[in-house]
């Protein structure tokens, strides 16, 4: 087999050939040019037969001319990260090298079996056992060459091809155009592609060969459900929901899937890339333990389909019917400013988003997610009172001169912290459309702030509604109730755990409709792809679960015992676990102590505290989900005659001084340093207005009233 090396000349184009006409067609003695496989970013593929031997390869013909300086110096860079490369298993090999001053000829070994998805669109059956093989041999892959602290940095499904053609499964990893060396500082070079392309190289930040796992875990995600898990119309939008992680395992497509195999892809699809699965840990991971003949049962045959499409639109741009889009977004790029990839595609539509699977969560169209329009806040809305003002962001009343209507804006300053927070927040949101959830209106991604356009909710919260009814009875707390249990039940069903249900974000819409309320302040809140699947400890004291204390994976079941800690007091007018030091409180949490004190508990009715206690259960496993709740015999079952004549009244005394004796209890326990953090925290927020100053009819509030909001309202938050 040839294996020889011609490199005549200096990694620059200013080389000069002394006897250029003996060297010109040193390729051409040696080789045959064959048919055209492909188009690269910088060259043309072909398959080549070698003269003397007759073995096929294929030859990557690059040409120099056409070449800067840097990309010249790059393809020299490939040649030599491919030979560091010989030998290694499931890697396409280089061959021969020949380099002149008009063209580099790169022959490798011609992966005879095509492309892995191509060859999957044309299978008759389709197992997750299959599937599996092939994600175990890239994972493989990646691991040797992260071992060697090599980046590929443009995983795509075009860059896995198959060795022969009786064997699916023999993958080989081409196209090393973009790879490179990891230095002790890190990757910052913006390249990729954009469907697998790595959060943290969009915005910005130094990255390392984690960014490699997230690309794996987007061809995972297509080798199981046939389709990229982060598609939408525009280049804008497709890296919004990079950066929030934003993906869903659609049923029509993963109801066969194993458990196992969500759990994989959604390790290695983290924004965070210090949380992301390595090669070496992903490879360790359950789902490569499952027995065959239980992957083998798990038809998968549905996703053929989905890799069909997604096969014939590649086919289509690669024929140049769509030239009339940018290159850089169907194809690698690598730029200074990611800008430069958005200004170039906001004004195209990917037409690869009509092949999205039907989501059973519609988002409402927002505007300004898209920059099309090139509207800044400023320019249609007007900001005016304060509602509140927190340590990360605050909220204001604003006036839509568009819709001629007020509304609320949330304000957070925009820095890499937030971005991955406030766009799921915002993403979240805009899918759950329902009439018990506070609606997303607009959204503005600016230099310095986010602002998040909501409804305007001017009947308080559910406390200011409770103290403000003149007769307070056992059905005004089970009709909240109910509302709020339509509420959770809606976020449940579509994934979502909101993870900070409290009385001051359960919203009232107006003043004259006491049930009318809405579940706001969704900053904590996740998407939950797979049970037990969140790790983040946050919430606000009184009302976070057990689980989340104790260190242990949770769900959205973890809202289902704020739910129980939410009604218990709009009952009683007393939270159930009363220390006064957050650390005993907390212990007492974990352990589920609590009890129904009799002079609080004696007017309430069995059927209430049967609900409870199904809900303040310190095993989630069987605590009651949102949907039994809403069917047990308090919610369902029990007359409204009945409960009304059960005053509360006394219940809202309590509810009165809690509310009073909850602040100043709160910061009285502080010690000197912490109330030096808060006190902190508030400048911090003050500075927060003082830098958006600029925007109209700015109201501050003074320092006592965000020192209460501070205190008061702030959730536990533990990274």
């Not at 497709?238 to 899937?257: G, M, P, Q, V």
């Not at 890799?307 to 850089?328: D, M, Q, V, Y």
């Not at 509207?375 to 909220?395: E, P, Q, W």
């Not at 406390?463 to 339509?486: M, V, W």
């Amino acid at each position: 087999m040839p294996r020889k090396t011609i490199a005549t000349f200096e990694p620059t184009k200013s080389s000069e050939p002394t006897k250029s006409s003996e060297i010109d067609y040193v390729f051409a003695n040696d080789y045959s040019i064959d048919r055209k496989i492909r188009s690269g970013s910088y060259g043309v593929v072909h398959t080549t037969r070698h003269k003397m031997t007759n073995q096929l390869f294929a030859v990557k013909v690059i040409d120099r001319r056409k070449l800067k300086v840097k990309e010249d110096e790059a393809t020299f860079r490939e040649i030599s990260i491919m030979k560091d490369l010989l030998n290694v298993k499931n890697v396409i090999q280089l061959v021969d090298i020949y380099i002149t001053p008009k063209a580099f000829h790169i022959v490798q070994d011609y992966a005879k079996g095509g492309d892995v998805f191509d060859r999957l669109s044309k299978r008759s059956s389709y197992s997750e056992m299959n599937a599996r093989s092939l994600s175990f041999t890239l994972l493989t892959t990646m691991r040797e060459m992260h071992s060697r602290k090599l980046c590929h940095r443009d995983l795509k499904p075009d860059n896995l091809l198959l060795d022969c053609h009786h064997d699916d499964c023999s993958m080989l990893l081409a196209d090393f155009g973009f790879t490179k060396y990891v230095p002790k500082e890190g990757l910052a070079t913006r390249c990729g592609t954009p469907k697998f392309i790595a959060p943290e190289i969009l915005v910005g930040k130094r990255y390392n060969t984690q960014a490699d796992m997230w690309s794996v875990g987007c061809l995972i995600y297509m080798l199981i459900s046939g389709s990229p898990p982060f598609k939408d119309k525009t280049m804008r939008g497709l890296f919004r929901k990079i950066r929030a992680s934003n993906f869903t395992f659609y049923d029509e497509y993963w109801k066969n899937a194993s458990l196992e195999s969500k759990q994989l892809v959604t390790s290695l699809l983290t924004v965070d890339p210090d949380d992301r699965g390595t090669a070496e840990e992903s490879i360790s991971m359950s789902w490569f333990v499952q027995s065959e003949n239980n992957l083998s049962s798990r038809n998968l045959y549905g996703s053929i389909g989905e890799i069909k499409l997604f096969n014939s639109e590649r086919n289509l741009k690669s024929t140049g019917n769509l030239s009339r889009r940018p290159s850089a977004f169907v194809s690698a790029f690598r730029v200074d400013k990611i800008e430069d990839v958005l200004e170039e595609s906001d004004n195209y539509e990917d037409e690869e988003s009509l092949l999205v699977p039907s989501n059973p969560i519609q988002s409402r169209p927002l505007v300004n997610m898209s920059r099309r329009q090139k509207k800044n806040f400023s320019d249609l809305y007007t900001i005016r009172d304060d509602i509140h003002h927190g340590s990360v962001a605050m909220i204001k009343k604003c006036y839509s001169k568009t819709r001629d209507k007020e509304l609320a804006v949330k304000i957070i300053e925009r820095n890499s912290k937030t971005d991955e927070q406030v766009l799921q927040e915002v993403t979240i949101m805009n899918h759950l459309d329902h009439e018990n959830i506070v609606a997303v209106v607009d959204f503005f991604e600016e230099d310095d702030f986010y602002y998040i356009v909501m409804e305007l909710m001017e009947g308080g919260d559910v406390f200011d509604r409770i103290l403000a009814l003149k007769n307070y009875t056992e059905e005004d707390a089970r009709d909240l109730a109910k509302t709020l249990l339509k509420a959770v039940d809606e976020m449940h069903n579509n994934g979502v755990a909101h993870r900070d249900i409290k009385p001051q974000n359960i919203f009232l819409e107006s003043k004259e409709d006491n049930c009318d309320i809405k579940v706001g302040d969704f900053g904590h809140a996740k998407r939950v792809h797979t049970p037990k699947s969140l790790t983040l400890r946050c919430g606000t004291p009184s009302y976070i679960a057990p689980e989340i204390l104790k260190n242990q994976p949770y769900d959205q079941s973890c809202d289902m015992w704020s739910v129980g800690i939410v009604i218990y007091v709009m009952l009683c007018g007393n939270t159930p676990f009363r220390e006064k030091t957050q650390s005993k409180m907390f212990e007492r949490i974990k352990a589920g102590n609590y009890e129904f004190d009799p002079n609080e508990w004696s007017v309430l009715s069995d059927e209430a505290k049967e609900l409870i206690e199904g809900l303040i259960c310190s095993n989630p496993d069987k605590r009651l989900t949102a949907r039994q709740a809403r069917r047990s015999k308090w919610i369902s079952g029990v007359s409204g005659q009945f409960l009304q004549r059960r005053s509360l009244e006394s219940s809202k005394k309590r509810l009165r001084n809690l509310s009073i004796h909850e602040i100043g209890r709160v910061f009285k326990s502080m010690t000197h340093k912490a109330k030096k953090e808060i006190k902190k925290e508030t400048r911090k927020s003050i500075d927060l207005a003082k830098k958006a100053s600029k925007l109209p009819s700015m109201i501050m509030k003074s320092n006592i009233s965000v020192m209460k909001s501070v205190i008061d309202d702030e959730p536990y938050h533990e990274r």
